[in-house]
């Protein structure tokens, strides 16, 4: 349905609230868009407008067509603070560019992010979990569950595959910080950008000098790439490799005991884990804001028509919650099938480490629940610090007891 003007809903104020609503649902007002107008006008903090797409078959129409663009250098490209489009715009990655430019990039790291070479991993992921695991527990009996596993095992991961010394993770990750808080200015997005960048263009440096096995080694090797695009993709990598699986793991702990029916079926039949941790990325689906991209032509969606250099924000939580595609899909119900979920966006620019994602999850979520049979939450529920003020969501800290 088309509405005309003055009908409709009035446009959202973007990011959307969650207010007072279930911190694991979307935002009320992007539910509301989903139910009685899926495609939807939403306004940002500089005033600009865009449209909201929130239905499963909408979002996957927007991602999966080359009219819509992903390089946020075109005017008029959404973004939801002033600090997110000066990450995306001071140095730019394939994340944000189109093809072919963007596919030669990623191309580039596909071999390493392959399931076949991911799953060759598991050993040395199981081996890392313990290890975190055994340091959390010796002679304790509460700990903060970010912190201490959920934060460092994908941390320790992804610095291990890019030859990243872990050691200087405290840099890193208040960087990271910086990069992806919704209330960062520009200035201080533009600063940490910088010495990131320059942490990794030294990095770059160093491993030309003395090559290792790990991939910024193998990128600086190339002859088509110079030391600041492999810091680019560096930076990418570092970031994007461990805030979000840090997330989701925190997240899906919290989710599961607050569901213990869910928590017990898991814990009696460990073999369902793959299918729980799709199901969980499905109904916690962290990159909560929106996918942005924008229109090179004029298109059809939802039966809207979106005109040429319009912003669109795909918001992959919603899709994941549509009812047409996931009956009762407000609860968690790790017996699902959820593999249809977008919780990786879709399109060229799927995750490119989502097999990873997955073997860490799976191996982190089964190993916990196995080693800490009496774990919970020692804080009330209503105290846990979501992260309400970041571009992925999930919690800050999880204070847990077992
Ligand atoms: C892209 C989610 C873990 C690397 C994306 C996108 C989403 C996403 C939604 C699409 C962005 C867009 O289309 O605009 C997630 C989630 C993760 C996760 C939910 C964990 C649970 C990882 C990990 C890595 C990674 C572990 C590893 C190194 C990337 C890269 C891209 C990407 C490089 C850009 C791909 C491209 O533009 O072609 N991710 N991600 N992600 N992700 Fe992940």
Not at 171 to 180: C, E, G, M, V, Y
Not at 216 to 229: G, I, N
Request: proline letters at 6%; charged letters at 25%; one cysteine or more.
């Amino acid at each position: 349905h088309d509405f005309g003007p003055g009908e409709g809903l009035a446009p959202l104020a973007l990011p959307a609230a969650r207010a007072a609503g279930c911190p694991f649902d979307p935002a009320p007002g992007v539910e509301r868009a989903r139910r009685e107008e899926p495609v939807t006008r939403a306004t940002l903090w500089d005033g600009s407008s865009c449209w909201l797409v929130t239905r499963h078959q909408d979002v996957r129409e927007v991602l999966g067509d080359p009219r819509f663009s992903a390089d946020a250098s075109r005017p008029g490209f959404p973004f939801l603070t002033a600090g997110a489009r000066e990450l995306a715009t001071s140095t730019p990655t394939f994340i944000r560019r189109d093809d072919p430019e963007h596919a030669r990039l990623r191309r580039m790291l596909t071999a390493d992010f392959m399931v076949k070479k991911v799953e060759a991993m598991r050993p040395e992921v199981q081996r890392l979990t313990d290890g975190l695991l055994d340091r959390m527990t010796t002679g304790r009996s509460s700990a903060d569950l970010v912190a201490e596993f959920a934060l460092p095992l994908p941390s320790l991961v992804i610095c291990l595959l890019l030859g990243v010394p872990y050691d200087d993770h405290e840099f890193f990750q208040d960087r990271s910080r910086l990069l992806l808080s919704l209330h960062s200015t520009a200035e201080e997005v533009r600063t940490a950008g910088d010495e990131l960048q320059h942490y990794l263009s030294r990095l770059a440096e160093a491993k030309r000098r003395e090559p290792d096995n790990g991939i910024v080694s193998r990128l600086v090797a190339r002859d088509d790439l110079d030391s600041e695009e492999v810091a680019s993709m560096g930076r990418l990598l570092l970031i994007a490799g461990h805030e979000t699986t840090a997330n989701m793991t925190a997240l899906s702990t919290l989710a599961l005991l607050r569901n213990p029916d869910q928590l017990a079926r898991l814990r009696a039949d460990p073999s369902l884990i793959k299918g729980a941790v799709e199901e969980l990325l499905r109904y916690l689906s962290i990159i909560h804001n929106g996918l942005p991209r924008i229109a090179d032509e004029d298109v059809t969606i939802g039966g809207r028509t979106i005109r040429a250099g319009e912003g669109v924000l795909c918001t992959l939580n919603s899709a994941n919650r549509d009812e047409d595609v996931f009956p009762g899909g407000e609860g968690l119900d790790i017996g699902r099938d959820a593999r249809r979920h977008v919780a990786f966006g879709f399109g060229v620019h799927q995750c490119l480490g989502q097999p990873l994602a997955r073997v860490e999850l799976q191996i982190a979520v089964e190993t916990l629940l196995r080693r800490l049979p009496g774990l919970r939450l020692a804080i009330p529920f209503e105290d846990v610090p979501f992260r309400h003020d970041m571009g992925i969501y999930g919690v800050h800290a999880l204070p847990v007891a077992w």
